[in-house]
């Protein structure tokens, strides 16, 4: 336990002594898992978890179920970490003290990047706005694997309906990090735009998230 440690080596004491900034991310992450095992103390476990997810920066998309295959970090341990980091990711992508306004691929990309850019598979999201362009809600139509995602354009239709979009925004990442627009991209949005259209919806992007970089079809002329 952390209490079983030199003075030196314990993270809540370090923090408090001489600010969290001055601590590593094991320290850090040791704070959240609080305890290790038999055969780890804490700051040993939570090296062996970065060491085998190959740093925080990979550790961070990984889930709770995924984390616990670590000798040491429990199903509570686990869901603590996945829960502090995606209460990191919505503090990097908003605020929260303005209404969300997507007004360029700019503002999209950085609410959206800190949440897909590292996943390993495709997610596609539909974003709903009203006249004023303010984010009235999103949805995750759906989950595919590491090149491809299956999206039913009926089914993006039937949520911007639902959640009465003036327009929306198509958001997609590609887990290889190429931010080039594939043709099967290309085609998925035209059929998109056709259905929209019909409903007197505009599609006003489809912004897609490829590591730390992003495309916009609409600047790239592919809307």
Same mark, same amino acid.
Request: charged share 30%; aromatic share 2%; hydrophobic share 40%.
């Given at each position: 336990m952390?209490?079983?440690?030199?003075?030196?080596?314990?993270?809540?004491?370090? %923090?408090?002594?001489?600010? #969290?900034?001055? %601590?590593?991310? #094991?320290?850090? /992450?040791a704070i959240l898992v609080r305890t290790g095992s038999r055969k780890m103390n804490v700051i040993e476990t939570t090296r062996v978890l970065l060491k085998h997810f190959g740093g925080l920066h990979k550790l961070v998309r990984r889930n709770w179920r995924e984390m616990r295959v670590v000798n040491g970090v429990a199903d509570v341990k686990a869901i603590t970490l996945e829960a502090a980091f995606e209460l990191s990711r919505r503090l990097q992508s908003h605020n929260g003290e303005k209404p969300l306004r997507f007004r360029t691929p700019e503002d999209v990309a950085a609410f959206w990047g800190p949440r897909l850019r590292d996943l390993q598979t495709e997610q596609f999201w539909v974003v709903f706005l009203n006249a004023a362009k303010i984010v009235t809600g999103s949805h995750i139509i759906s989950k595919g694997g590491k090149t491809a995602t299956i999206v039913d354009p009926a089914e993006v239709m039937r949520y911007s309906i639902m959640n009465e979009a003036n327009s929306?925004? /198509? @958001?997609?990442?590609?887990?290889?990090?190429?931010?080039?627009?594939?043709?099967?991209?290309?085609? %998925?949005?035209?059929?998109?735009?056709? #259905?929209?259209? /019909? /409903?007197?919806?505009?599609?006003?992007?489809?912004? @897609?998230? #490829?590591?730390?970089?992003?495309?916009?079809?609409r600047s790239e002329g592919l809307i």
């Open positions: 952390v209490r079983d440690l030199s003075e030196d080596e314990q993270p809540r004491e370090r %923090l408090m002594r001489f600010g #969290a900034e001055s %601590l590593t991310d #094991a320290e850090l /992450l929306i925004i /198509l @958001i997609h990442n590609h887990p290889s990090a190429n931010r080039k627009a594939s043709s099967a991209d290309i085609r %998925l949005t035209k059929k998109i735009r056709e #259905a929209a259209s /019909l /409903l007197e919806i505009s599609v006003d992007d489809h912004v @897609i998230i #490829a590591g730390h970089d992003y495309l916009s079809m």
